[in-house]
T-cell receptor, first 113, second 113 residues
Framework: DADVTQTPRNRITKTGKRIMLECSQT?????MYWYRQDPGLGLRLIYY???????NKGEISDGYSVSRQAQAKFSLSLESAIPNQTALYFC????????????FGSGTRLTVV | KNQVEQSPQSLIILEGKNCTLQ??????????LRWYKQDTGRGPVSLTI?????NTKSNGRYTATLDADTKQSSLHITASQLSDSASYIC????????????FGDGTTLTVKP
């Protein structure tokens, strides 16, 4: 099983719909992140959580919300999807010790029509 | 503002040749620098992690260098293979706060037979 699992892998949704992307991890890491990647561009941070009770906005949080249901689960919601939220979304984890890198999930390809 | 700039944006080489990718950063205070490989449509996978005191780190045919004085890093790929075709991302973290990592936009490498 993958260390960081994202569901769904692909999703097509209509403008205005609410959608949730889910992420679960078996790494035992405290920290979890949601990133967005657009074609030809780098990853941009949407939200991050250093533990269950600590959630922080990233650089592009508008239009998104998150929930850290447990140490192992971190979900991303689009309350009312719009076409420019079409992108590849990645969940990542890292341990509390900052000198270690991220473990990324395989991504969710979201298309808003 | 913390920034990470990678060059070139894209690169095409023949199988078996060597290549070097560059990463310049202005992140402060520096904590660590990581190189990731991202295959198309997949999540990034860590190649190397270097802290301030490390100048060189290897992972098979991948060798990363770090010059903390000039704030430059390079990733050298030896004897390239078709499977090396991917995007290579440089990520620099400030302090011990992984939530403050800054991602470069990546270099897209294409290895042709």
């Amino acid at each position: 099983d993958a260390d960081v699992t994202q569901t769904p892998r692909n999703r097509i949704t209509k403008t205005g719909k609410r959608i949730m992307l889910e992420c679960s991890q078996t790494k035992g890491h405290d920290r979890m992140y949601w990133y967005r990647q657009d074609p030809g561009l780098g990853l941009r941070l949407i939200y991050y959580s250093f533990d269950v009770k600590d959630i922080n906005k990233g650089e592009i949080s508008d239009g998104y919300s998150v929930s850290r249901q447990a140490q192992a689960k971190f979900s991303l919601s689009l309350e009312s999807a719009i076409p420019n939220q079409t992108a590849l979304y990645f969940c990542a984890t890292s341990p509390r010790q900052g000198s270690y890198g991220y473990t990324f999930g395989s991504g969710t390809r979201l298309t808003v029509v | 503002k913390n920034q990470v700039e990678q060059s070139p944006q894209s690169l095409i080489i023949l199988e078996g040749k060597n290549c070097t990718l560059q990463c310049n950063y202005t992140v402060s205070p520096f904590s660590n620098l990581r190189w990731y490989k991202q295959d198309t449509g997949r999540g990034p996978v860590s190649l190397t992690i270097m802290t301030f005191s490390e100048n060189t780190k290897s992972n098979g045919r991948y060798t990363a260098t770090l010059d903390a004085d000039t704030k430059q890093s390079s990733l050298h790929i030896t004897a390239s293979q078709l499977s090396d075709s991917a995007s290579y991302i440089c990520v620099v973290s400030a302090g011990t706060n992984a939530g403050k990592s800054t991602f470069g936009d990546g270099t897209t490498l294409t290895v042709k037979p």
